[in-house]
Each structure stands twice: as C-alpha cells, then as structure tokens.
C-alpha cells in the first residue's frame, strides 16, 4: 500500500522538527516572532537590532551568515540559530564579548559559534536561570566568564576552545550546571574556586591546559561526574581547602601532573568509579584533610608518585573501600602520621615502588581488611611507630622486598588475624620492640628469607595458632623446619597444615623444655550465669564457648555481652578479643553473634 500524501506531510513535518531540535540543541521548535537575516530578507540585518526591540520572551530566529557584532541580552527571550550562525570579532567591534547576559534575565541562546572574543559569553554578576545550548566558542581569552554569579544557569552540549579559562565560575553561589560540553584549554577547564553553590558537572571531556577542573576552597556539595580529563600540566581536579560534601564519580584522568588532588579538606565528600592513570605525580593526594571522605570502587595505576596519599589525615574516620592501586613509583598508599580511625577495605595494592601501605607513627584505631597487597619493593605495611590500636584482617601480603608488615616500636595493642604473608625479602612480621599487646593469629607465614615473626627486643608477641610454613612448626628459637620465630615470641600450639585445619600436639610454652600454657579459664566469667568457665571450641585461641555449656552459640554473645570483663588477665583478653582490637566490649559480643 502506497503511503498517503498526508502521512507524507506528517511524516516530512516531524523529520524537519526533529533536525530543528537537534540543531538548536534541545531548545522547542516554535514559531519565530522575529528574523534576522544578513540579506536583508528577514526583520532585521542586526542582531543587536533585534534584541533592543523584542518583547520579553519573544522568540528571535538568526539566519546563516557571519554577524560582526557583540550582542548584549538583557531580557528572557529566546535567541536560536538554525543555520549555525556566527558572531564573530573584527576590528570594528569595541566590545570585548560575543554575548553578555545581564541581570536576572533567563535567556535560552542555541546554536551559535562565537569566535575570536576575549569573553565568549560573559555573564559576571548575573543573577538569572540563563541557558546557552548548542554554542561553538573558538579563540577566546575566556570561554563563558559567570564568575560571581548568583543563579542556576546552564551550559551545555558545547564546544569551548580557550586560552584561559573553559569556563569561569569563580566565587559563583547559584547552582549552575555544565553537562555534555568538551573544553579544550590552554589554562583551567572549568574554573571554580570559592563557589558557595552547588554546582553540578556532568558528561564534560577537558583536554590540555595547566588543570582540569579547579574547586579549591569551594564550600557547596558540588559534583562531577561522567567526565574525562586528559592530557593537563596539572591537577586533573583540584579541591584543595573545600568544605562541602562534594562527588566526584565515574572520571577518568590520564595524562596528568596529579589525579586528584583535595590538601586539607574538611568534609566527607566521596570519590567512586574513578580512575586515575599516568599520572606524573600521586593519583589521589588529599594529606592534612580530616572528615569521614569515601573512595570507592576507583582505580589508580601507573603514577609516579603515590597512588594514594593521605599523609597526615586527622579526625576522621574516612574508607577506602574496593579501590585498586596498581604500579605507584612510590608507596601505594600513604597514610603516614594519620590520627584517624580509618580503613582499608577489599582493596588491592599491587607493584609499588616503595611501601604498599606506608603508615608510619599512625596514631588511629585503624583496620586493613579483605585486600591483596602483592609486589612491593620495601615493606607491604610499615606501620613503625605507631601507637594505636589497629587491625590487619584477611589479607594476602605476598612478593614483597623486604618485610611483610613491619611493626617496630609500636606501642598499640595490635593484630594480625587470618592473613596470609608469604614469599618476603625479610620478616614476614617484624615486631621488634614492640610494647603493646602483639597479637598474629589464625595466619600463614612461610617461605620468608629472614623470618616469620621477629619479636627482638618485645615486650611480648603472641603468635600461637598459625602456620610456619612446615608441619613441625616455626624454626628459629624452636624445633621446627618452618619460618624462624625469634625474640620474645609465644608460637604453640601452631597449626601443622595450610588449612589451618590441625594443632600441633604442644599446647604451649616457647623452645622445646619450657612448660606448657596455662587454660586462660578456670573459673566461670564474672556475670555469667552459669557454674562452668568459657572453653575454646575450635582450637582457634578464641574461647566462643562464653558459658561453658560445651557448645558455641548466639548465647554465648549474649552473656559476652552482660559479662563483667574489667578484672580480666591479659591471656583472658586474648582469648575474648573477638574483634582483634585488644580489649573485649560490646563490640567483641557483636563479633562473635556472627562468626
């Protein structure tokens, strides 16, 4: 069947209003209330003309051609090209801009290429909801200048090539937002230092120039997001000093100075599905900030410098949480002289110049959990000095240089709990002059060049209930075959198996002739009803059986959790720190309810 000449009419009609519509870059097709024309053929031959004598929110349509003319709007009309007209700069021109927006006008301008201004649209000081859609701006000085702008304008699905600032929103307080726009740059993307609004950044591409996007001392929750920043001298995103609870999620920067950088921050912004590569400096720096900050589900490899580094980081609790940082020239990650409680979680660590995790003289309660921490030239962790009470739980620390956790003159009471160190250049854990309360347990330690723990000079190291290496246990200052135990170090009993499935027969002591260790129990703890004292279930050196019924249940947390815990021994402590912090709470009962 033939179609029939009014379906073709249609049909035609909406092709021709689709083409209208992607060309002004989503601004509605409507009827023109007036047309400028170079030719003559339209209402006016200037589009200044037009403007100075158009009602408010009238409709102006500019035809093809090139205008010589800076055209300021100070009105909410609408002002549209379909053919890709041009305003350009010639020598007969004063102004400095190719559009100028002023007031709290709301213009909606689409489909204009702006070319050879100092300011390709300039806006400072403007308070209204205005819209540049769709525009081309070439050769400026500026490509939009908004700074000290007030109101939720927007620009996007732009093209901006600029010698100084992409876009200038310095000390904005409106929410403005940029979205689908590619800025090519010989200064700063997107300018946006001391922004008291919330801006809003979306599917932007910056190449080129000295930074990408610039948020420094920004106190909104400004975010940016769905964006690739390549190719800049600089910080891919600065937000150094800023005070808001910013985002920045799915960016991708390569070729950069630094990644992201954010000195001193105060806030708990989030970083996620970012990904940071080549990067001649660190990847992420955001040392001497405090704030409970997130960066997650990230990638950072291939830097010269850190791949995180979160020097001297204070008051917050912040998390590291499924980032992987591959290939850093120097430490994965820095934490050195942090104070807060913070974490590392199911994060891999992999090539490292220097440390994997550089935490020297911490001072935080901190946790590294569920990671991977795999060829690292000096230490896997280094954490010397450091006197909190801090956790490494079900982690692989393997093909390191030199230690795998180096621990020497801490003063915490620490763990190392169900983590696997093997193949070091040195200790698998050196816990020299250590002072506080050294728990290693429920781990595997072999086939390491020096040893398996070096407890010189300790106060006491408790490394029972692990695997040597070797099913007749640790050698060194014992009998066995397996990585050497040296210092002032308890090892039985030792798991004779990689499964950590079988003790060895010893239940205690140091070297071959010493007496065995004393049951921790032999009383019922203090504030448990029953007549029998807890009881080790497993063979693990965790006492799970709380009340002494012979069996490890959700009863055994709840009379944990009413127990009176304050006259404990330290081997009682030992055997009810279920959470590995080094002192049994409520945290310890909430521990065991979901072993």
Avoid: C
Wanted: hydrophobic share 35%; no cysteine; glycine share 10%.
């Amino acid at each position: 069947m033939k179609p029939s000449p009014s379906s073709l009419v249609f049909t035609t009609v909406l092709v021709l209003m689709g083409v209208s519509i992607a060309v002004t870059g989503g601004v509605a097709a409507q009827p023109a209330d007036t047309v400028v024309a170079p030719d003559g053929s339209g209402d006016y031959t200037s589009v200044q003309n037009a403007v100075d004598n158009a009602s408010d929110t009238a409709t102006i349509e500019v035809t093809a051609g090139e205008y010589a003319e800076s055209v300021h709007i100070d009105k909410n009309i609408t002002l549209v090209t379909t053919e890709n007209a041009a305003l350009v700069n010639e020598s007969s021109v004063a102004d400095r801009s190719g559009l100028s927006i002023s007031g709290a006008s709301r213009p909606e301008i689409a489909g204009f290429r702006l070319v050879d201004w100092q300011l390709g649209v300039e806006s400072e000081f403007s308070t209204g909801e205005w819209t540049v859609r769709n525009v081309t701006i070439r050769n400026s000085d500026r490509g939009v200048q908004a700074a000290y702008s007030s109101g939720a304008w927007e620009v996007a699905d732009s093209t901006i090539e600029a010698n100084n600032f992409g876009i200038d929103m310095l000390e904005a307080d409106g929410n403005p937002t940029v979205k689908n726009t590619r800025i090519d740059v010989s200064g700063t993307g997107i300018n946006a230092p001391s922004t008291s609004g919330n801006p809003a950044i979306t599917d932007v591409t910056v190449t080129n120039g000295t930074k990408g996007v610039a948020f420094r001392e920004a106190t909104g929750d400004w975010t940016l997001q769905s964006a690739v920043i390549s190719d800049i001298d600089g910080a891919g995103i600065t937000a150094d000093d800023t005070t808001g609870q910013w985002t920045v999620a799915s960016v991708h920067l390569k070729n950069v100075a630094s990644g992201i950088q954010g000195f001193e921050t105060s806030s708990d912004w989030v970083i996620q599905n970012a990904t940071v590569a080549n990067a001649t400096g660190d990847g992420i720096a955001v040392d001497h900030s405090s704030g409970s900050w997130t960066i997650a589900a990230s990638t950072v490899k291939n830097v010269s410098g850190d791949g995180v580094d979160a020097y001297q980081t204070h008051s917050g609790a912040w998390t590291m949480r499924a980032v992987t940082v591959d290939g850093a020239g120097d430490d994965g990650v820095n934490v050195a002289d942090s104070s807060g409680d913070w974490t590392i979680n199911s994060t891999r660590i992999t090539d490292s110049g220097a440390d994997a995790v550089f935490g020297e003289n911490t001072s935080g309660d901190w946790r590294i959990e569920n990671g991977t921490i795999q060829a690292a030239a000096d230490m896997g962790i280094e954490v010397d000095d450091s006197s909190g009470n801090w956790t490494v739980r079900d982690t692989l620390v393997t093909d390191i240089g030199e230690d795998g956790v180096e621990a020497e003159d801490t003063t915490g009471a620490w763990t190392v709990e169900a983590t696997t160190i093997r193949t070091t250049g040195d200790d698998a854990v050196d816990a020299s002059r250590a002072t506080g309360q050294a728990v290693i347990r429920q781990s595997l330690l072999e086939n390491t060049t020096t040893s398996g723990v070096a407890a010189d000079d300790a106060t006491q190291v408790n490394a029972s209930y692990n695997y040597w290496g070797a099913t007749d246990g640790p050698s060194g200052k014992f009998n066995g075959s397996g990585s050497a135990a040296i210092g002032n170090v308890t090892v039985v009993p030792y798991y004779t198996d990689s499964s950590l499935t079988t003790l060895s027969s010893e239940t205690g002591g140091d070297e071959a002739g010493d007496a065995p260790d004393e049951d921790p129990f032999t009383e019922p703890l203090s504030g448990v009803q029953t007549d029998a004292p807890p009881t080790d279930t497993d063979g693990d050196g965790l006492y799970e059986d709380v009340n002494g019924d012979g069996q490890a249940t959700f009863d055994d947390a709840v009379s944990l959790a009413f127990a009176d815990t304050s006259t404990l021994s330290q081997a009682q402590i030992n055997a009810l720190d279920f959470d590995g912090d080094g002192n049994v709470d409520f945290n310890d009962a909430v521990e065991l309810a979901f072993l």
